[in-house]
């Protein structure tokens, strides 16, 4: 093993060093992919779970708003997140939400979000569904259908409020915003309301049919899958790299090298007697 003492030397070292520190990086990265991959399986395989269970009323998925007008309940629990639930209550029309810039079947247009009031006085915030804009492009406000008027019963998946919050105005009397973000819609709104939404399913009486369902999607946790497998490779290979350039150079100490010769530069051999 002597050809490899070279392998002891501050140069050899530094690229042992380098290798490894590498190696462990990547595997890091891995690991960070490999729980974002979990996670992300988690919640596609509660976005089942929630299509195929029984709904359950919203009180008993998550607690209800204590505060007063314009506050906003606890979040519910992650294991909540997209269930199904029921829920009976009156719409609040003057209080409905457009929300722009919403795409559906690879179409821009609004989702429209109405406060169920119940009969504590709290309200929960029902997603209606998708329409198209008017005609004059993907911004012009659409002409919202009536929502019933007296008692409905929603039956939808829970939506936890979404990330990113933006502001919210009121034009001609109706409130607009890009992001159903549960704290931000409160103090526009006379009363508590809960610390999530419904994605609405179905609801009695039946939704107006200008209405598409909203559709839950799914996250993309094969991608994570990929990069966890492409992280391992390129440690792997970080290693077998420094591995290689370590036989190549002992085999050149040891005059072992096993480039192909090149014949071309041999001596002719004598032809003289």
């Not at 195929?52 to 979040?75: N, V």
């Amino acid at each position: 093993m002597a050809v490899y003492r070279f392998l002891l030397t501050p140069r050899w070292l530094g690229y042992l060093a380098l290798a490894l520190v590498a190696a462990v990086v990547m595997v890091f990265l891995a690991n960070w992919q490999l729980h974002r991959y979990q996670g992300r399986t988690e919640i596609n395989e509660r976005i089942d779970a929630g299509q195929r269970m029984t709904p359950a009323p919203l009180r008993d998925a998550m607690p209800g708003p204590s505060g007063g007008a314009g506050t906003t309940g606890p979040a519910p629990a992650k294991e909540k997140v997209y269930t199904r639930v029921t829920v009976t209550g009156r719409y609040d029309a003057t209080n409905t939400v457009l929300v722009r810039t919403r795409t559906v079947d690879s179409q821009v247009g609004f989702e429209v979000v109405t406060p169920l009031v119940l009969p504590d006085g709290s309200a929960v915030l029902v997603d209606r569904g998708w329409i198209p804009p008017a005609p004059g492009g993907a911004l012009a406000r659409p002409e919202v259908p009536a929502a019933p008027g007296g008692d409905v019963t929603v039956v939808g998946r829970l939506h936890e409020s979404e990330s990113r919050p933006d502001s919210v105005v009121r034009r001609d009397g109706r409130l607009e915003t890009r992001r159903i973000a549960v704290s931000r819609l409160a103090p526009e709104l006379p009363y508590p309301i809960y610390g999530a939404y419904v994605l609405l399913d179905e609801q009695t009486p039946a939704a107006d049919p200008v209405f598409k369902a909203v559709p839950v999607g799914h996250t993309n946790n094969w991608q994570n899958l990929g990069y966890i497998v492409q992280w391992w490779l390129f440690a792997v290979m970080t290693l077998f790299g420094y591995g290689w350039a370590a036989r190549r150079e002992a085999r050149r100490g040891a005059g072992l090298d096993d480039r192909p010769l090149d014949r071309a530069a041999e001596p002719m051999p004598s032809t003289s007697a």
